[in-house]
């Protein structure tokens, strides 16, 4: 998530930098062709590529909505997290205690159960963060060679180390090792938490109502965790975003044949009315060679607006604008660790910005 109010526009230009030559080169050809080799039949109206340009600047509104729908939906759901860690932590607190032990336990061992309880939940998180982070075929990181450079730059901790790594210290061997053999290891959390808090029920260190309401916190998990995976399984409409990059390629190489001829006759008009000072008749002259910056800027305009739909409608993936996960999940793991009295020396840091962006 990028902090600072706007990007800058180096930042701007270095993201699109690759998209800018192209419109440079799609841009130049046909006012050579028209203006240097006399092809001036190579023109186009202006009206119907003006009302393509009209129609595309909807199709890319509308799906920039949708993207930014998936994108604060994402936000919600880790909104939900941060509040479900926040409760568990205080039910942690406040159920599991002696008043129906079989046998009494000392604050010691109540602080290490309590402990476990809130490291496997940070466990949780971290299967779920790294689940969120794997690469699809689909997502823009996969083929686009800017989006692929930025990342590169963050640094990003669930690309830089193992998911075994990060467990350590979290959960037992054995835990890690049930874990890591699951094919969706968040599950894998959940169940082992769901096994203890049925322990702690048989022990009598939470009675059926309290074990009821740790049970609904489960479902809750699931449930948060079932929509984050909904949102990075199931991508944007392939048949939108393939027919949106088709119809923004098409505007953008006849744009430069309609702006040509646009040109091409407001500099006939200029010379023809005598209306510029003889030392500016050269450039009126020369009119049509303007269609070109013009032409370029467009064409930035409407693919940036293109681009920005497309890095948003992955929220997960690591982008500049993504939810910031990581950033989330080691705030979560402070304040609970906090909540159930763990020394502040052992805590971690949070994570640092990187590039004014925090993952």
Not at 14 to 38: C, D, N, S
Not at 81 to 97: C, E, G, K, Q, Y
Not at 321 to 330: H, K, W, Y
Request: glycine share 6%.
């Amino acid at each position: 998530m990028y902090t600072k109010r706007i990007y800058s526009v180096s930042i701007m230009v270095k993201w699109t930098r690759r998209y800018i030559y192209q419109f440079i080169i799609l841009a130049i050809l046909p006012v050579i062709l028209y203006e240097v080799l006399g092809f001036k039949w190579l023109k186009l109206p202006w009206l119907p590529i003006g009302l393509v340009g009209t129609a595309l600047a909807f199709v890319i509104g509308f799906k920039n909505n949708a993207s930014y729908g998936r994108l604060w939906e994402a936000r919600k759901i880790y909104g939900g997290i941060v509040n479900a860690s926040r409760l568990l932590a205080t039910m942690v607190n406040d159920f599991i205690t002696n008043e129906h032990a079989k046998r009494e336990r000392t604050e010691e061992e109540f602080f290490e159960i309590k402990k476990e309880i809130i490291h496997r939940h940070i466990a949780w998180m971290t299967c779920l963060r790294y689940a969120l982070r794997t690469k699809k075929s689909w997502e823009t990181s996969a083929v686009n060679k800017s989006d692929k450079e930025y990342m590169d730059a963050m640094q990003i901790i669930e690309y830089e180390n193992t998911l075994e790594d990060e467990l350590e210290g979290y959960v037992s061997k054995e835990e890690k090792e049930y874990i890591l053999d699951f094919g969706n290891k968040q599950n894998a959390c959940l169940t082992l938490q769901s096994k203890q808090f049925r322990e702690l029920q048989l022990s009598g260190l939470i009675e059926d109502f309290r074990h009821m309401e740790f049970k609904n916190m489960i479902a809750e998990l699931f449930a948060l965790q079932g929509k984050a995976e909904r949102i990075k399984n199931f991508p944007y409409p392939r048949q939108f975003a393939t027919l949106n990059l088709y119809f923004v390629w098409i505007f953008v190489i006849f744009l430069p044949f309609g702006l040509m001829s646009e040109f091409d006759k407001i500099g006939h008009v200029l010379l023809n009315q005598n209306v510029l000072d003889p030392r500016f008749l050269f450039i009126a002259d020369n009119f049509v060679w303007l269609s070109i910056p013009t032409s370029v800027v467009i064409s930035w305009i409407f693919f940036t607006m293109e681009r920005v739909g497309d890095v948003s409608e992955n929220p997960f993936e690591g982008i500049g604008n993504d939810v910031p996960i990581s950033t989330m999940s080691r705030g979560i793991e402070i304040d609970i660790r906090q909540m159930i009295g763990e020394d502040k020396a052992l805590l971690p840091a949070p994570l640092p910005q990187i590039n004014d962006t925090q993952m």
